[in-house]
């Protein structure tokens, strides 16, 4: 698999949240749902799985075909290939035009301060240091440390934010994503 399928695993784990009738909150909850996953499709899906998938704890990039296949036959589809083939004949799904409030690092100079955030209470104050590249002044209850840096071309609000790779140090981070699950929900120019 690769990591351009990110928006069909986005949207299953939506509808399987949507199935399960609630908001996956706490680790009672995970626990439910492998419950029901198991009860509904006879095949067994631990809650420790479902935590990294909503990303309530860390979070593996990319899940097993197997763990889809599992997540789509509880939403009444017979596996996950079936259920990105729904997807690409659906016209809610066709690529669009859209606005949102954006930052660009175009609009920025060196020197200007912003603040994001995203789900549960993750939020940086990044100093913007020019072509594209920012550094973690603050960091609020995220993976991301003060003193990382990274590369952005733009923020979205409401939609994930794609790091392709953190400097920390002398070290680089594998890819990270923030706010998989609704995106930036905090997004200002200091």
């Given at each position: 698999m690769s990591t351009g399928m990110i928006p069909e695993i986005n949207y299953l784990l939506q509808l399987v949240e949507k199935q399960y009738g609630r908001k996956l909150a706490s680790t009672k909850d995970f626990e439910s749902l492998s419950v029901i996953i198991e009860h509904d499709t006879g095949e067994l899906l631990s809650s420790s799985t479902l935590k990294r998938l909503y990303g309530y704890v860390t979070l593996k990039p990319i899940p097993r075909k197997s763990?889809?296949?599992?997540l789509a036959r509880y939403i009444g589809v017979?596996?996950?290939e079936q259920f990105r083939q729904t997807l690409k004949n659906n016209p809610t799904f066709n690529s669009n035009f859209f606005s949102t409030k954006t930052i660009s690092s175009s609009e920025l100079k060196s020197?200007?301060?912003?603040?994001?955030?995203w789900a549960p209470n993750r939020v940086?104050?990044?100093?913007?240091?020019?072509?594209?590249?920012y550094e973690v002044e603050e960091s609020l209850n995220s993976k991301i440390l003060v003193g990382d840096r990274f590369s952005q071309v733009s923020f979205?609000?409401?939609y994930?934010?794609?790091?392709?790779?953190i400097q920390r140090g002398e070290?680089?981070?594998s890819s990270?994503?923030?706010?998989m699950q609704g995106g930036l929900n905090l997004l200002e120019l200091l």
């Open positions: 763990t889809l296949d599992i017979h596996n996950y020197g200007d301060r912003l603040r994001i955030g940086l104050t990044l100093l913007y240091l020019g072509e594209d590249q979205l609000y409401g994930p934010l794609y790091i392709t790779s070290e680089s981070t990270f994503i923030a706010g």
